[in-house]
């Protein structure tokens, strides 16, 4: 069973770079037949899908065009993770930060990280 | 980008039918577009319910059932129970990416 643990930092300073990692257990980064996903929440925006990347011989990455310009997902072979990296963060970018796994088949996602940005 | 409009609300009693869709700024939902729906409560993440427009998993109840309606994908909640009462969302496939509707509050009264 796939399990995905989030980390990272709570709050954030306007204007600074929100990042999260999400650490994978029972399956790989690489893996030839998922794709690993960040959605975020929050009471303005409800869910909004951010991106994703995957490994099908070479690496791949979509982005939502709302985050397009300040956004980056990199795997991270060697410890078996995804980061989500969102740049010049604003309180909008408030919101609880899920990673996701998908095969085809169903999405499962991480236990959700509050960041708050504020000063 | 695309954008996914879902009803933001509906009520529907005990025991009753109710029907939430799920529509496409470009045009018609296909299977192409591979529709998710899933359910979240309060404090939980979203949970998948339909994949693939109509399939469901072993965890789906069986009064569940998806379906492509007149241009949009549809969820129909057949014999609804005070358990079901919770925010639906639909989200589709637009090549590389994936669009949330903004969701569906569904009370069960």
């Known amino acids: ?119 | 980008q695309a954008v996914v409009t879902q009803e933001p609300s509906l009520t529907v009693s005990p025991g009753g039918t109710v029907t939430l869709t799920c529509a496409s700024s470009t045009g018609t939902v296909t299977s192409g577009h591979y529709p998710f729906w899933f359910q979240q409560k309060p404090g939980q993440a979203p949970r998948t319910l339909i994949y693939d427009a109509t399939n469901k998993y072993s965890w789906t109840p069986v009064r569940f059932s998806g379906s492509l309606l007149g241009g949009k994908a549809a969820l129909t909640l057949s014999g609804a129970q005070p358990d079901d009462e919770a925010e639906y969302y639909c989200l589709l496939a637009y090549s590389g990416a994936r669009v949330f509707g903004g969701g569906t509050k569904l009370t069960v009264l």
Not at chain 1, 48 to 59: A, F, M, N, P
């Open chain 1, 1 to 119: 069973q796939v399990q995905l643990q989030q980390s990272g930092p709570r709050l954030v300073q306007p204007s600074q770079t929100l990042s999260v990692t999400c650490a994978i257990s029972g399956d790989s980064v690489s893996s030839k037949s998922a794709s690993w996903h960040w959605i975020r929440q929050s009471p303005s925006r409800g869910l909004e899908w951010l991106g994703r990347t995957y490994y099908r011989s070479r690496w791949y990455n979509d982005y939502a065009v709302s985050v397009k310009s300040r956004i980056i997902i990199n795997p991270d072979t060697s410890r078996n993770q995804f980061s989500l990296q969102l740049d010049s963060v604003t309180p909008e970018d408030t919101a609880v930060y899920y990673c996701g796994r998908y095969d085809a088949y169903n999405y499962s996602w991480g236990q959700g990280t509050l960041v708050t940005v504020s000063s």
